[in-house]
């Protein structure tokens, strides 16, 4: 055994030894802290991510290959780099030397917004590319699968993949002779350049030519490593743990027999999330990566030999490679393993996990093992004692004793024998997304028949998802056999299967109806597709299926995804060099995609530097007894405990106890763990709208407005129809979490506050106010926001104020940073929103009368609920005169942690009820929706509910650009057609119309104020209260100062936002940052131009340089400041009346989808947006903008799932329980148009602000699904309302689509047994 060995490894072409190596240490830290290369982020932790992806590249000196592949940094043990060459972002490109083309065509096609999830994509395609230099789309796409973004909306990071492309997207099938490219998917043409318009936001003739040869070799001095590495155990002991890699079979087999219970870590995958969030300790690993025989590939008479050690990602190549070679019905179980391999996490984790640990996981929800059991795979065991096989069966699968692995023992390979003739196997799944999402049930199936008798010889079947591990129908397989295939046997089999499979009402993950449903409508298509093979191989003797059922075995068709946008180009009269109107890359993006881009967390660390972690409530409603810090206190590294002295209670799951402070985060964390708080529970504990309004538990005061006579109208409409909608909330899952470092300047109590916020004056007020200091002494710095949507606002200021109390008493350093399930909890979101209406109508559609009530979930503290629920009630109307309308609305008390601002703030939740009210009316009058929107829209010049007056001109022409757009009456009649000849697959197509107001409510809200200097070399330094968070701001301000100063956009720059430079900024959100410091940075500019002016006409060739320093000997002022007072805006709650808003962004969105009506699952197919933006001062980042929050809004209203136990503590705490839009979600032809420019003095040159209307678009997408769910009821003779709640989830989807199935599964009686997650 080689003892305190030394870790050698490669990291961008650098060796690195480290001799002091901690096996508990993760590659992400190590290459963050160690070695300062903090371009690869951390997101999550836990694999789900992607903004941790580095490439891994190893030598295997026995195939004498190197494979490169991707992984999470955040889950790979830093002692399992032994030997390997790590490429980091920093180590393909950066500004200093040459950045790679995945950097540029990233960053140039406008693939980075907030840029903290850019270079994990980056590193995701770099990897690929080295794989493939020539790749196809969908394998691009497939290598982002496991990469989230919340900003961009993916449809312009696949814009920067298609450039990769030789096809450039096309999809190889020439569907009526002509490529897709050119006929449009729907066969419809794509928005075409025109004279005015153009259709091209980057160039690709610029772009730097992919090179192969220049990419960093693999390191010689590895291979040879590799080559002649003694043949030695390696052991690394760290503290607590110790690492052990033996490089023979023999020496894994000895550690195996000495540690018995030392698991054996090969990707890590399973293991490392354990040890991250439950607290699991190992205090010996082994690790047998360099085992040869892990790794076999063999195949025999019977069937395939896999090695345990294989990635899933090897082993699918494996497979592919086998099934193009051997006939189809060999190769059943492979096909089945493939497609599940197909969806199974993203690629990192395929690449790094391996065969053997996935089975070994036995994961409840394991795609793979469901398969194996009964594909009769068996298991290939090695001990000292010998060699075994055991059966993958539903007792190994239960980890019985008996059938299970011996503590000695290793799994060597997997044996997975080839299908006979006559036998069929498939495979099933249905998850919240439709990738890289843990399955909510997964199976099995496998039947073989005697020879061309149709008569069931063999059937198993096996679930993932329902009990604790995969389990087995064996009793239900047991009694069909002998049965022929037929419908009755199906009847019988779903009936033994659901008595058999039985899942108890309070199991664990909730969907129980759902679950059981999926059981028995998996068997349907299971039934359904070996009828079909039944019939390919014996047409004489099998029926063919009827039409109707084919519609069951379709998967959504995989089409490529194409995109159009069209925008204005500036007017050719502009002078060329001002950048105003032309799509701009983002001032940051090369940096985002280098890694350079600076974020909070990668600040190098101070001398002395603390880190601070918080302790936080377990209970909703309690009274603290006693809080022990003593033993925290006693453990290494512990500095300080800090609780707040009057604490006496609390009132939700997550709220701030107090905080341990220690000289690293690892020591915070462990001691945080040991604070131990006795509480007394009090009562009552109110969690959801219902029970608030039970108990009137009311932030006041009640919100009102009303306008006409609502009680007169309703006497006279032809019907009234009531209803309500609930809206569950979402979180914000900014892709940086919360971060903050104080420093105390050691001098006169000034304390810098480097923070990731919206809004630096908030917190330099907060930390002013608990240090007692006047606002002078603190100081607040962003640099940049990795994502804010609203929740880095007011949140962000408690803990910063706590981390400078900390910094303050210490007189050192502080940092915090939130893991991303503490982030998730503490800082909570969007506020669920329960809608009441009531309105009256005639029967052409005309809605003359509504009566709405609006109850909004605040939490339990008021943060922004009131105010929230004040701009829904404002914004209720949309698009839609309503004569006669009263609204009311009520911010609840509740004991959860107190929502906040979400982009939208209030809008996307008010727009919703309004439009599932017109939604029910249309049905009533048997119109579309569509048609109801029409008639119920606003006129031309009109007024709203609170009597400000509007030109809906523009609304209007939105409206009827995007019917014509997306071709609207020709594709609703071809979805009926569809719909007539599909019983199983059901599409639908919404229209939403949007009139989203914009303006603060007040003028002092909307102030602004910018700093601008002239250097004497001529260059130009802009500062303004504005924060870039993603948005662009920062960029569109040079662009502002680059025409008003009329230098080009390289003399500017910008280095961050600071209370030092502008103070008393407002916070950065409403989508007015752009707007507003826009016009504080031109009032600057042009008070430095009209001061140089004499100067300049005095010498108008001259230089900047020169006019500077003319100006400088004539002692003008190079530095000043612009201001803008911000927009008149009132509004009065007693009278309803106002002018709240300075003017409205309007637009419109088409979306169609398609719906399994068996399994719930949707796919958006195309959405159509034309918006009105005034005049874009930069296209491509506002159509960013729109994209961005159309995909946020999509899964806001569709698969965004936040999830409380009845005892309100969240469940959903990370990407793996919570799930955003990935790449695959988005619309597979996705167009956004602009309107002509309009004109508006009073903006900044007439642009319009555009943060927060697209999150509203998102809900066509919802409505698509709905109508597609109302065509499959109608069909199955479901009349009457349909109730319809947000998000619309595979669950909520399925089980509205009643059929045979629903009415078979056992429903359990609401109140008579504790659920595991109640909405709230
Ligand atoms: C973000 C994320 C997404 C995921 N998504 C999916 C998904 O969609 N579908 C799905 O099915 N799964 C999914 N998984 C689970 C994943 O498939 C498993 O974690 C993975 O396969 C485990 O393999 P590993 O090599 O990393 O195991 P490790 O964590 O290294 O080991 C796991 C266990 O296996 C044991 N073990 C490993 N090899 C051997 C051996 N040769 N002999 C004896 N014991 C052994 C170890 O002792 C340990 O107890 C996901 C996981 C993550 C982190
Ligand atoms: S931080 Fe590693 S995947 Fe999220
Ligand atoms: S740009 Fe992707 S998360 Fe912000």
């Not at 069966?393 to 008996?402: D, G, T, V």
């Not at 998730?824 to 003359?848: E, N, Q, S, V």
């Not at 961050?1056 to 009032?1083: F, M, R």
């Not at 100067?1095 to 006019?1107: A, F, H, L, Q, V």
Request: charged share 20%; hydrophobic share 40%; aromatic share 8%.
């Amino acid at each position: 055994m080689d003892r305190a060995a030394e870790l050698v490894f490669y990291v961008n072409g650098r060796k690195v030894i480290e001799k002091n190596v901690d096996p508990e240490t993760m590659l992400l830290p190590y290459l963050r802290k160690k070695l300062r290369l903090t371009g690869t982020k951390y997101g999550c932790g836990g694999g789900g991510c992607g903004a941790c992806t580095v490439m891994i590249s190893r030598y295997n000196p026995v195939t004498k290959r190197i494979r490169h592949y991707p992984a999470n940094a955040c889950l790979m043990p830093i002692c399992s780099v032994y030997g390997a060459a790590v490429t980091t972002v920093e180590g393909i490109g950066s500004t200093r030397t040459r950045i790679h083309p995945v950097q540029e065509r990233i960053a140039r096609c406008h693939g980075t917004q907030c840029g903290f999830c850019t270079p994990g994509m980056v590193m995701s395609i770099y990897t690929l590319l080295r794989n493939h230099p020539d790749p196809t789309l969908d394998q691009l796409t497939d290598a982002l699968g496991g990469n989230l973004c919340r900003c961009t909306g993916y449809r312009p990071i696949i814009d920067a993949c298609k450039t990769f492309c030789n096809t450039s997207g096309c999809c190889q099938s020439k569907e009526n002779g002509v490529c897709c490219l050119n006929q449009g998917i729907n066969g419809f043409p794509e928005l075409e350049e025109g004279n005015k318009t153009s259709s091209k936001l980057f160039s690709e003739e610029e772009f730097l030519p992919l090179d192969p040869t220049q990419e960093l070799i693999f390191p010689p001095e590895l291979m040879i490593m590799a080559e002649k590495q003694p043949p030695r155990t390696r052991v690394f002991a760290g503290e607590r743990m110790t690492w052990i890699s033996p490089v023979t079979l023999k020496e894994l087999l000895e550690a195996k027999a000495k540690y018995p219970q030392a698991p054996v870590i090969m990707g890590n995958t399973s293991i490392g999330p354990e040890v991250k969030f439950k607290g699991v300790f190992h205090p010996v690993i082994i690790s047998p990566d360099r085992i040869e025989e892990l790794n076999v590939v063999n195949s025999a008479n019977n069937g395939l030999t896999l090695g345990a050690g294989l990635s899933l990602a090897q082993m699918k190549d494996t497979l592919a490679a086998v099934v193009l070679k051997l006939p189809e019905e060999r190769t059943q179980t492979y096909r089945a393993l493939l497609k599940q391999l197909g969806t199974l996490a993203g690629a990192q984790i395929r690449n790094m996990a391996s065969l053997g640990g996935h089975i070994m996981s036995r994961h409840v929800d394991s795609d793979l093992n469901p398969l194996l059991a009964v594909g009769g795979c068996t298991l290939n065991l090695l001990s000292k004692e010998g060699a075994r096989q055991i059966p993958v069966n539903e007792q190994f699968l239960r980890k019985c004793p008996s059938a299970d692995l011996k503590p000695e023992e290793i799994l060597i390979s997997v044996n997975i024998p080839y299908s006979r003739k006559w036998e069929f196997v498939s495979a099933f799944r249905q998850a919240q997304r439709q990738q890289n999402a843990l399955a909510i049930v997964n199976s099995g199936m496998r039947v073989f028949f005697g020879e061309g008798d149709g008569i069931i010889r063999e059937l198993s079947i096996s679930y993932g998802g329902i009990g604790p591990t995969t389990i087995c129908a064996q009793n239900s397989c047991q009694k069909l056999i002998g049965r022929p295939w037929n419908e009755e046997m199906l009847d019988a089999a779903c009936r033994l299967v659901l008595d058999e499979v039985s899942l108890p009402s309070s199991a664990p993950g909730g969907k129980v109806e759902f679950k059981r449903t999926l059981i028995i409508s998996f068997l349907f298509k299971f039934y359904l597709e070996v009828l079909r093979l039944l019939r390919r191989m014996d047409p004489v003797h099998y029926p063919s299926l009827a039409d109707k059922h084919e519609s069951a075995l379709e998967d959504f068709h995989p089409r490529h995804r194409q995109s159009a946008l069209k925008y204005q180009k500036v007017d050719p009269k502009q002078p060329p060099q001002d950048p105003v109107g032309h799509p701009i890359m983002h001032l940051s993006g090369i940096k985002h995609a280098t890694g350079e881009a600076i974020y909070c967390d990668d600040m190098p660390a101070m001398d002395g530097e603390l880190f601070l972690a918080f302790v936080t409530s377990s209970r909703a409603h309690a009274k603290i007894v006693s809080i022990d810090v003593s033993e925290a206190l006693s453990l290494p590294g512990v500095v300080d405990v800090l609780a707040e002295e009057h604490l006496q209670g609390v009132f939700c799951v997550g709220q701030l106890v107090c905080a341990v402070i220690a000289d690293s985060e690892i020591q915070a964390r462990r001691a945080a763990k040991r604070v131990k708080i006795v509480y007394q529970d009090l009562e009552p504990v109110i969690l959801t709208i219902e029970e608030a309004i039970q108990h009137k538990s009311f932030f006041e005061p009640e919100r009102k407005l009303e306008y006409g006579n609502v009680d007169e109208a309703f006497k006279v409409v032809d019907h009234i129809v009531e209803g309500e909608i609930h809206l569950g909330g979402q979180e914000h899952f900014y892709m940086e979490t919360q971060s903050m470092l104080a420093v105390p300047k050691g001098e006169d109590q000034e304390m810098d506050v480097y923070v990731s916020t919206q809004y630096p004056k908030g917190i330099q007020d907060i930390v002013a106010s608990v240090l007692k200091l006047p606002a002078n002494k603190v100081m607040c710095h962003v640099k940049r926001v990795g994502g804010a949507f609203g929740g880095k606002a007011f949140k962000t200021g408690v803990m910063a104020a706590i981390t400078a109390f900390a910094a303050n008493k210490h007189g050192r350093a502080v940092r915090c940073i939130l893991e991303r399930g503490e982030d998730m909890l503490i800082t909570a979101g969007r506020h669920p929103y329960l809608g009441k209406y009531k309105a009256g109508f005639m029967k052409d559609g005309r809605i003359l009368a509504l009566d709405m009530e609006h109850y909004g979930n605040g939490g339990a503290s008021l943060d922004e609920s009131l105010l929230v629920l004040e701009m829904g009630l404002l914004k209720l109307d949309n698009a839609y005169k309503f004569p006669n309308l009263r609204c009311r609305g009520w911010a609840c008390r509740t004991n959860l942690p107190s929502n906040t601002a979400l982009r939208g703030f209030g809008f996307p939740q008010a727009g919703l009820i309004t439009e599932a009210c017109i939604t029910d009316v249309a049905a009533k009058c048997g119109l579309s929706p569509e048609k109801v929107r029409m008639i119920n829209m606003y006129k031309e010049i009109d007024q709203t509910h609170y009597k400000q007056e509007i030109n809906a001109k523009n609304l209007i022409q939105c409206w009827r650009e995007c019917m014509a757009m997306s071709s609207y009456s020709l594709r609703k009649a071809a979805v009926e057609k569809f719909n007539l000849e599909n019983s199983w697959k059901k599409k639908g197509l919404a229209m939403v119309p949007v009139k989203f107001p914009i303006g603060l409510g007040s003028r002092a809200a909307g102030q602004a104020a910018a700093l601008v200097h002239i250097y004497l070399d001529g260059s130009v330094l802009v500062t303004h209260g504005g924060i870039e968070m993603g948005q662009g701001v920062h960029t569109k301000m040079i662009q502002v100062a680059s025409r008003e100063l009329r230098m080009p956009l390289s003399n500017v720059h910008l280095r961050g936002t600071s209370t030092e430079t502008v103070p008393n900024a407002n916070v950065s959100g409403g989508s007015v940052v752009a707007d507003l410091n826009g016009l504080a940075v031109k009032d600057a500019c042009q008070t430095l131009l009209k001061r140089l002016e004499p100067i300049i006409s005095k010498n108008p060739r001259g230089t900047w340089k020169d006019w500077a320093q003319a100006a400088f000997d004539e002692s003008i002022s190079l530095s000043a400041t612009g201001y803008f007072r911000g927009y008149e805006s009132n509004m009065n709650w007693e009278t309803g009346e106002g002018h709240p808003f300075e003017y409205f962004v309007y637009g419109a969105a088409c979306s169609e989808v398609e719906i399994d009506c068996l399994t719930g699952a949707h796919k958006n197919i195309r959405t159509d947006i034309v918006m009105d933006v005034g005049c874009s001062i930069n296209p491509a980042l506002d159509i960013g903008q729109i994209e961005g929050a159309f995909i946020q809004g999509m899964g806001l209203y569709t698969i965004e799932e936040l999830n409380y136990s009845p005892q309100g503590v969240l469940y959903t705490r990370g990407p793996d329980q919570y799930k955003i839009p990935t790449i695959c979600d988005i619309p597979t032809e996705f167009h956004v148009s602009f309107l002509p420019p309009s004109q508006d003095s009073n903006t900044l040159y007439s642009s319009k602000g555009l943060g927060e209307s697209g999150v509203f678009l998102g809900c066509s997408v919802f409505f698509a699904i709905h109508d597609a769910v109302s065509a499959a009821r109608q069909e199955r003779g479901l009349r009457g309302p349909l109730k319809l709640n947000s998000p619309l989830t595979p669950e909520k989807i399925r089980m509205a689509c009643e059929d045979k199935f629903t009415k078979m599964i056992p429903r359990d009686k609401p109140g008579s047994y504790v659920p595991w997650n109640i909405p709230i």
